[in-house]
T-cell receptor, first 107, second 115 residues
């Protein structure tokens, strides 16, 4: 079993829909990252959080430390949100990555 | 702020040759740099961690003589793939951290194709 599990693996949505991507982890962490990887390959760090909730524009990330679970929400999704979203946890001076969720938003 | 560059973005080389990939932190000093590789439709796999001025720490299964890492300064780390083979073809991504990896900033990646 992977230490970081993401769901769903693939997600297709219509423009404007509310999107939720989930991440569960099984190790103790000091921080959790949500990363976005565009088709060209470049990775952007969206959020780093260790408790509660963060919001940036249409993106919201939440984390529940007790349940070892985090969610990434996208409101009013847009085709430019199409990318792979990766959950990564910082554990023992090391980052562990989820397999990623491939999001496609159709116009 | 927190921009990391990689060069080259794409490289094609012949089997048996060596390829050097540079990773630079442009607006901060990177105490620690990380090198990852990513195969198609797979997640990132950490290859090695390097701290400025000291030898890199390689993950299990990564050949240190094949993947030479030099973290010569607080803004530059290089990965040299020696005697490249087609199975080394992959997407190589670096990240840089101003601390010990708690916060990482990723480079745009280098796509290596070995023919």
């Amino acid at each position: 079993k992977n230490e970081v599990e993401q769901s769903p693996q693939n997600l297709t949505a219509q423009e404007g829909e509310f999107i939720t991507i989930n991440c569960s982890y099984s190790v103790g962490i000091s921080a959790l990252h949500w990363l976005q990887q565009h088709p060209g390959g470049g990775i952007v760090s969206l959020f780093m959080l260790s408790s509660g909730k963060k919001k940036h524009g249409r993106l919201i990330a939440t984390i529940n430390i007790q349940e070892k679970h985090s969610s990434l929400h996208i409101t009013a999704s847009h085709p430019r949100d199409s990318a792979v979203y990766i959950c990564a946890v910082y554990h023992n001076n090391d980052m562990r990555f989820g397999a990623g969720t491939r999001l496609t938003v159709k116009p | 702020g927190a921009v990391v560059s990689q060069h080259p973005s794409r490289v094609i080389c012949k089997s048996g040759t060596s390829v050097k990939i540079e990773c630079r932190s442009l607006d901060f000093q990177a105490t620690t740099m990380f090198w990852y590789r990513q195969f198609p439709k797979q997640s990132l796999m950490l290859m090695a961690t390097s701290n400025e001025g000291s030898k890199a720490t390689y993950e299990q299964g990564v050949e240190k003589d094949k993947f030479l890492i030099n973290h010569a300064s607080l803004t530059l780390s290089t990965l040299t793939v020696t005697s490249a083979h087609p199975e080394d073809s992959s997407f190589y991504i670096c990240s840089a951290s101003p601390f010990d990896g708690y916060e990482q900033y990723f480079g745009p990646g280098t796509r290596l194709t070995v023919t």
